[in-house]
């Protein structure tokens, strides 16, 4: 078993948003799984232009606050309690519209 304090980990900072890497190859024995965190302040997009894809699927938990995300040229909007899934493969991505940051758990996972 292995334990991480989320208030602990370094923050990288991107786009003006704040991403945390919980768990991956790094720090498990496990590569096709990476855990983390992202806070996305009003304003700010991920990526900051154009459209990011991933090699693996994406699950993310809203933790609080609202985005919203375009997947494939479909505009979903993702507030706190809901969680989404993108397969591996779309062109996607989120934007903050709203007043407050964004909190977001996301985890990535190797097909």
């Known amino acids: 078993m292995k334990i991480v304090n989320i208030h602990e980990l ?3 900072g991107k ?9 991956d190859k790094k720090n498990t024995s496990n590569d096709k799984v990476t855990m983390g ?3 996305i302040p009003p304003g700010a997009r991920i990526p900051a232009a154009g ?6 699927d ?3 938990l809203i933790c609080r606050g609202t985005v919203v995300t375009m997947v494939n040229g479909s505009e979903h909007r ?3 309690g809901q969680a989404a899934y993108i397969p591996a493969g779309e062109f996607h991505w989120t934007i903050n ?3 407050e940051d964004c909190e977001v758990l996301w985890v990535l996972v190797k097909n």
């Open 78 to 80: 993702i507030s706190s």
């Open 97 to 99: 519209d709203g007043t």
């Open 15 to 23: 786009n003006n948003c704040l991403f945390k890497v919980i768990f």
């Open 37 to 39: 965190m992202v806070t």
């Open 10 to 12: 370094v923050e990288e």
């Open 58 to 60: 994406e699950y993310s």
């Open 51 to 56: 459209d990011g894809v991933h090699s693996s």
